[in-house]
Nanobody, 123 residues
Framework: QVQLVESGGGTVQSGGSLRLSCAAS????????MGWFRQTPGKGREGVAA???????NVQFSVKGRFTPSLDNAKNTLYLQMNRLKPEDTAMYYC??????????????????WGQGTQVTVS
């Protein structure tokens, strides 16, 4: 059974930093992708960043230059380093993982496993 456990959220002042972690267990995919998504009340889910098993990253434009995803394959852990945080970054942040399609595309967010989320509040 695949499990994803996020940690590292909290409350920080505008301009501050946080590092989110997502520990994954229970899957043995040889090719996979993991990603960070966020959601606020009244807004839809928004993709933030994604990383393929080979280290290829994709970062949403609004956080590019401030947020950096990384993947430690040995620890099966996904990270999101968030710098220069803004109040509009306040959200529940979720981690997700999925096996890549045969053509190499990542099926997230439509298909995949999800964590319970960690709250990030920027004041």
């Amino acid at each position: 059974q695949v499990q994803l456990v996020e940690s590292g959220g909290g409350t920080v002042q505008s301009g501050g930093s946080l590092r989110l972690s997502c520990a994954a267990s229970g899957y043995t995919y040889s090719s996979y992708c993991m990603g960070w998504f966020r959601q606020t009340p009244g807004k839809g889910r928004e993709g933030v960043a994604a990383v393929d098993y080979d280290g290829t990253t994709n970062v949403q434009f609004s956080v590019k230059g401030r947020f950096t995803p990384s993947l430690d394959n040995a620890k099966n852990t996904l990270y999101l380093q968030m710098n220069r945080l803004k109040p509009e970054d306040t959200a529940m942040y979720y981690c997700a993982a999925a096996e890549l399609y045969l053509d190499g595309r990542c099926p997230l967010p439509d298909i995949g496993y999800w964590g319970q989320g960690t709250q990030v509040t920027v004041s």
